[in-house]
């Protein structure tokens, strides 16, 4: 078993909406390195032009599809409804695969519905857009770190697309492929390519719909939910912890730091167990406008063992300091996590 699979598996569990949208909707794409005979290189202009369109077709646009996210060999499926009434943003995302989830967003507040044990997690978004949404992104600092050039063109999900690659100039981050509806601007896929041009994760629209979305569709599909057990998780969103990141890669900038009360992992043979109750976990969130890579600090109530681990793009660094534990995530090469691991530091404040 994977030495930081443990702690992994707590902060998800104790952080099921936030954590599981950051995971399956923070992603974002990835290109290759230029392919022989490509088009010539963007200018700043044109790339500031795409991230627009593709952040204003997903907050702006009515639409309705399922989708596939691959990471290594997980493939998981599912079905998202977005649509705007006046200034209000209304989405439904449904987890296909696995223990069913449901969750309901109305601008930044988000409603997780769990049938199997009859609860219910509310909470605000934390992270700045999902997919089909991305990051907003500065086109002068985008191309100081990537060189972005068109792609070729094509068809996804039954429309014609029009496609942009970012290739990164170091080794403290991926590549980006997007793929976008050629008239709208709605982002169809996106793919992350490693140092070795290898696929390691995507997401794919499979079947979606542009327009033409009835309200009543992103309503809740749970519509009894008479003694279900309702938690508000909401962390508190301004806080500082003391701890910083010295050495974060060229690019990279705080874009927001939280804290959440969280409950303690349940004793077992692996990992030794905690004692009953919660604890506070702080989670530092850096971006590049592209990728994100999170830094959680919490006590160290467990007997974990130190180690890196792998899944698709994402790679997690977990380690012990002083007292506390700290868990570094992000869609990065390992490179960039083992950097920002080493660079952690706690200031009196």
Avoid at 134 to 141: F, G, H, S, V, W
Avoid at 154 to 181: K, M
Wanted: aromatic fraction near 8%; charge should be neutral; proline fraction near 6%.
């Amino acid at each position: 078993m994977n030495p930081a699979r443990p702690m992994l598996t707590s902060l998800l569990r104790a952080s099921q909406c936030a954590l599981t949208c950051t995971l399956l909707f923070g992603f974002l794409a990835a290109s290759p390195a230029h392919a022989d005979g490509g088009d010539p290189l963007v200018e700043q202009r044109d790339v500031q032009g795409w991230l627009k369109k593709i952040q204003s077709a997903a907050q702006k646009l009515n639409y309705a599809g399922t989708f596939v996210y691959q990471q290594a060999n997980q493939v998981r499926a599912s079905r998202i409804t977005h649509f705007v009434d006046g200034r209000n943003e209304l989405e439904k995302l449904e987890i296909l695969d696995g223990r069913p989830r449901e969750y309901i967003r109305s601008n930044e507040d988000i409603t997780c519905y769990i049938p199997e044990n009859r609860s219910i997690l509310v909470e605000k978004r934390t992270t700045p857009e999902f997919f089909p949404g991305m990051l907003a992104a500065n086109a002068t600092e985008i191309a100081e770190h990537y060189d972005v050039k068109k792609g070729e063109g094509g068809r996804v999900a039954g429309y014609e697309f029009s496609s942009i690659e970012l290739t990164p100039r170091d080794n403290l981050r991926y590549g980006y492929r997007l793929w976008t509806e050629k008239n709208s601007g709605l982002l169809l896929r996106a793919q992350i390519i490693n140092e070795r041009h290898e696929v390691v994760e995507q997401i794919t629209f499979a079947q979606v719909v542009i327009g033409g979305i009835d309200k009543n569709s992103v309503r809740p599909t749970f519509a009894n939910t008479f003694g279900w057990h309702v938690e508000n998780v909401s962390p508190n969103q301004s806080y500082q912890s003391g701890w910083s990141v010295n050495a974060v890669p060229p690019g990279f900038a705080k874009i927001h730091e939280i804290r959440r009360s969280v409950p303690n992992a349940p004793a077992n043979l692996l990992t030794g167990g905690g004692p009953p109750g919660v604890h506070d976990v702080s989670q530092l969130v850096f971006s590049d406008g592209l990728a994100a890579i999170s830094v959680f600090v919490e006590p160290s109530l467990q007997n974990r063992v130190e180690g890196p681990m792998q899944q698709g793009a994402m790679n997690i660094i977990g380690k012990r300091q002083g007292d506390f534990w700290l868990t570094v995530v992000g869609e990065v090469p390992a490179a960039a996590i083992r950097q920002v691991a080493n660079s952690i530091e706690f200031k009196s404040r």
